[in-house]
């Protein structure tokens, strides 16, 4: 009688399922880099109480020689990289395929917005319900702002996938006019942010500085930086710190690459500080990038990677939520917080950090099938079949209803974003913490409508939808 086959792991799994072209380094950028964003914000993230009420604070406020580590540990930038790589490469697929901008959107929005929605309508109702039962106003106040802060994110990440297509054509007719645009343009608002004093403009930059970093991810898609020397890559890194230490010591900025109370923001809105950074980030991936790869050859990390990765948008939305829920279970049992940068502080951290940790784990476990959901794989196999026989669009033609539609598309994530976010929102004018997303309800429909408009005009219009004759 033949043996059983001994049972297969989880990373043997994973490693099986894995394409041989498959990219493992920017996988691991894209999921070390949320992580540290995570603990980052756990770190950060602090609570003062005076008196009867609680006053969110920032623990870099007491502890002013951590901000320079922001310049390693701010990594929102390499989010944004690696996004861009995933969006030109998903994007370029589908177009040899003979798939349509639509397709591409809805593939790459579904799973950041379904999740979305199940967070915000729990805290639509809890924040609400936690006030009826007796939580004072303040508090609630508080937790809502807290929540409410992994929403700009999305809102920008949205907002950059929706115009890759359109950069992406842009990156193919001239990468380096479309780089080096970005990076003046930047330069620009800056200036008119803090040279005139025109604080308003400095918002242009969430969109300049985001999508110049996602311009990076398709220069590393294209193998671009795979070709610089690296005597060239440290010389890009050893530029981007010099420039660093010349806009924050006699310029400016501010050290710190987090916003800082009562401070000018290098993050909200960016600067022309965080795209140096962006530089800088690239080159020094680029530098890891072997030795990492060869890492990621070990069937149990590499597991670990994709592990992370198939639940990374759940803990983003909820690893904010664990926190204030530890908050709260202190408070509750009557535990004083230690002071930040206190030594207490310090020795309790690796303790705090993995407890939070476990409960995210539990959290994101739970939670993660609705990120997952149902691919969307049989859905775009049909719609490569239906529109292979289109007549190609020209390269121009391409830029312009590609743009058209991303604006549109941005358009409409914001509009629907500023509804379920000003759920979160206990103050009547919508909260400072979401910035530039709107959360009145005639400018949220207008945003909606009009992305409506211009993404339909620019469905119609686009040549690819004329048939050869």
């Known amino acids: 009688m033949a043996a059983n086959p001994p049972p297969v792991s989880f990373a043997e799994k994973v490693a099986a399922a894995t394409a041989p072209d498959r990219d493992r380094f920017i996988d691991a950028v894209r999921a070390g880099s949320l992580l540290i964003v995570v603990l980052g914000h756990w770190l950060m993230a602090t609570v003062v109480v005076q008196g009867d009420q609680i006053i969110g604070a920032n623990a870099l406020t007491y502890i002013p020689a951590l901000q320079l580590a922001t310049w390693l540990l701010q990594v929102m930038p390499l989010f944004f990289i690696a996004g861009g790589f995933s969006n030109i490469t998903v994007w370029r697929s589908l177009r040899r395929r003979g798939g349509t901008y639509s397709g591409y959107l809805q593939g790459r929005l579904v799973r950041l917005l379904r999740p979305t929605i ?39 990440y949205v907002a950059t996938t929706a115009l890759a297509p359109a950069m992406a054509s842009w990156h193919a007719v001239s990468p380096r006019v479309a780089l080096a645009s970005l990076a003046v343009g930047a330069l620009v608002v800056d200036w008119f942010r803090l040279g005139i004093g025109m604080e308003s403009v400095g918002y242009l930059n969430l969109a300049i500085v985001w999508l110049f970093a996602q311009q990076l991810g398709f220069w590393y898609a294209d193998g671009t930086f ?33 916003g800082m ?24 991936a680029m530098l890891a990038r072997d030795r990492v790869s060869r890492w990621l050859e070990r069937p149990r990390l590499w597991a670990g990677v994709v592990r992370f990765s198939s639940m990374a948008m759940t803990v983003y939305l909820w690893h904010l939520s664990v926190l204030v829920v530890a908050f709260l279970a202190l408070f509750g049992l009557g535990i004083d917080l230690p002071a930040a940068g206190s030594g ?126």
């Open 118 to 156: 199940v967070f915000v309508i729990f805290w639509h109702v809890a924040l609400p319900a936690a006030g009826a039962l007796g939580m004072s106003q303040n508090r609630v106040d508080v937790i809502g702002s807290l929540l409410g802060q992994p929403l700009w994110f999305l809102g920008v």
């Open 226 to 258: 795979a070709r610089i020397p690296r005597r060239m890559l440290w010389a890009a890194v050893t530029g981007s710190f010099a420039l660093l230490v010349v806009f924050t010591a006699w310029g400016p900025y501010p050290v710190s690459m987090v």
């Open 261 to 284: 109370p009562d401070q000018t923001s290098n993050m909200t809105p960016p600067t022309i500080c965080l795209l140096v950074l962006s530089v800088a980030q690239m080159a020094m």
């Open 344 to 469: 207490l502080w310090w020795l309790t951290r690796p303790f705090w950090l993995f407890g939070l940790f476990l409960v995210l784990f539990g959290v994101a476990t739970l939670l993660s099938p609705l990120e997952r959901g149902r691919t969307a794989t049989a859905r775009a196999k049909s719609t490569a079949t239906a529109t292979a026989t289109r007549q190609p669009a020209t390269r121009t033609s391409t830029v312009i209803t590609t743009g058209i539609s991303g604006v549109g598309a941005a358009l409409i994530s914001f509009g629907l974003l500023g509804y379920v976010a000003s759920g979160l929102d206990p103050s009547p004018h919508g909260s400072s913490t979401l910035l530039f997303v709107p959360v009145d309800p005639i400018q949220n429909t207008v945003c909606v409508l009009l992305g409506f408009a211009l993404s339909t005009l620019a469905t119609r219009w686009s040549p690819g939808r004329r048939q050869p004759s």
